[in-house]
């Protein structure tokens, strides 16, 4: 099924752990993003990237590490793990040119505990 | 910088009924996009209804519409016919349209939680 796919679904990881969240998509998407949700804060854009090889920070990338080695995969990467890093993570993706037209394309999230 | 608010953290609507949620928008911007996602209790964020700030018509898509007012930045949700399968968080969000450097970057509220009580 075209989409995007992000595993795991569920972590939980102690202070200090490091980790990588995966996230693909096989929709030939340019753009690639991931975003935090946490409670009264809605979704907020941690890293992004445009095109294979190119990435930049977003809002709140402090802690985070991205790479885009390939047009299809979008890692992010926890260094070292804190308590504060525990969210429900989301990869999304669209089009470079038409986001706008059809939106993004979400995945099912991931659900990160740090303890 | 662009900002979306969403100033009704929870909102209550009896079956059948019409509810409508608020969003206003900050940017200095002509030309973007606005939309509204619902996220029901799956977690899968599901895009809604959609809105191009060039158009003028209100975007509408079956039982949702939106009441877009550029000159007052404000893009509310309107849900006719309320139905249970339509409690879920709703985030308002926006994005520059794309074209001279602009990214696809998209900008979200903080949400308002839908409950429809039968």
């Known amino acids: 099924n075209a989409g995007v796919t992000q595993t795991p679904k569920f972590q939980v990881l102690k202070t200090g752990q490091s980790m990588t969240l995966q996230c693909a998509q096989d929709?030939?998407?340019?753009?690639m993003s991931w975003y935090r949700q946490d409670p009264g804060m809605g979704l907020r854009l941690i890293h992004y990237?445009?095109?294979?090889?190119?990435?930049d920070q977003g809002e709140v990338p402090n802690g985070y590490n991205v790479s885009r080695s390939t047009t299809e995969d979008f890692p992010l990467r926890l260094l070292s793990a804190a308590p504060s890093q525990t969210s429900v993570y989301f990869c999304a993706s669209s089009y470079s040119t038409s986001g706008g037209k059809g939106g993004y394309t979400f995945g099912s999230g991931t659900r990160l505990t740090v303890v | 910088a662009q900002t979306v608010t969403q100033s009704q953290p929870e909102m209550s609507v009896q079956e059948a009924e019409t509810v409508t949620l608020s969003c206003t928008y900050d940017t200095s911007e002509s030309n973007y996009y606005l939309f509204w996602y619902k996220q029901p209790p799956s977690r899968q964020m599901i895009l809604v209804i959609r809105q191009e700030a060039y158009k003028q018509q209100n975007a509408t898509e079956n039982r949702f519409s939106v009441n877009f007012q550029k000159a007052a930045k404000s893009f509310s949700l309107k849900i006719s016919d309320s139905q249970l399968g339509d409690t879920a968080m709703y985030f308002c969000a926006f994005m520059t349209r794309p074209g001279g450097g602009a990214t696809n970057k998209l900008i979200f509220g903080t949400g308002t939680l839908l409950a429809v009580q039968p």
């Open positions: 990237s445009v095109g294979a090889g190119i990435t």
């Open positions: 929709m030939n998407h340019e753009y």
